[in-house]
């Protein structure tokens, strides 16, 4: 069966211009155009198309999609499993999550009580992820790779623990906002925070102020700051580069 670029779209649910852009880059061509100009997809177009989605719902981007599909040795088959391994593993992380929240809910209640590391079950390896892929963009890859071996040399308590104190963190700034991002209290938030990175490498300055900048555009970063308040993002750059001057300062 063949399927133009409506019917593929509302098959797959996405967009007639998600279709006409994954042309445009070469990463989903039309098996076929009419003399009317329609484009026409066929089986393997398809399944190409479902390999696309599971890529981008497993966060790869289209470039990094495109080098895997068109690899001479790809197989549907063996990509199909490991979509199925990445997926079971993210829902065990949901249900980890969803199982927080219930017993959160009844920690709040009074029913139950629940210590400073068990209200961050399930968070603590996605963070770490979050900052390991920021990292890999913006660091030399030696020191990234001795940091994730550090990370990975941690219990699981000490890294219960490390996120609880990341996460006591970034509550001190957030109780301290409305005093400015160069005030004493911010400050010293942002120095225990400069000592909390140590648990993962030794930040230089220019690393402090790349993460800094990362808070404040990457979306990753920014949609989980700004769940904790609305202006965290730019708040935290502000406050860092501040902290960044100051030790610069402190070094003349």
């Known amino acids: 069966m063949m399927y133009t670029v409506r019917q593929l779209a509302d ?10 852009y994954y042309d445009e880059i070469g990463l989903l061509e039309p098996s076929a ?13 398809v399944l190409r198309l479902q390999q696309i989605l599971f890529f981008r719902e497993l966060g790869f981007s289209l470039g990094d999609i495109q080098i895997l599909l068109d690899q ?4 549907i088959s063996q990509a199909l499993q ?31 009580h629940m210590s400073n590391q ?3 079950a399930g968070f603590d390896e996605e963070t770490q992820k979050r900052y390991e892929r920021e990292a890999y ?6 020191i990234v790779k001795a940091s994730i071996q550090r990370w990975q040399s941690y219990s699981a308590e000490q890294k219960a623990q490390i996120m609880v104190e990341g996460n006591e963190i970034y509550q001190e700034v957030l109780a ?12 010293q938030a942002v120095a225990r925070w400069h000592q909390h990175l140590r648990h993962f490498y030794e930040p230089t300055v220019p690393m402090l102020r790349g993460l800094a900048q990362g808070y404040a555009t990457d979306p990753a970063f920014m949609a989980f700051y700004q769940k904790l308040h609305p202006d965290m993002p730019a708040f935290l750059q502000q406050a860092i580069e501040h902290y960044c001057q100051e030790l610069e300062s402190d070094e003349n």
């Open 11 to 20: 098959l797959a649910g996405v967009s007639n211009r998600t279709l006409h």
């Open 33 to 45: 155009v009419g003399e009317n100009n329609y484009r026409y997809y066929d089986s393997p177009a």
């Open 72 to 75: 001479p040795g790809f197989d």
């Open 82 to 112: 490991v979509h199925k391994r990445a997926l079971q593993q993210r829902v065990r992380r949901l249900n980890d999550l969803i199982g927080t929240i219930d017993q959160t809910i009844m920690h709040l209640k009074g029913e139950i």
């Open 118 to 120: 068990e209200l961050f």
């Open 137 to 142: 963009r913006r660091y030399d890859v030696t």
């Open 176 to 187: 301290h906002m409305d005093e400015g991002p160069e005030s004493e209290a911010v400050q």
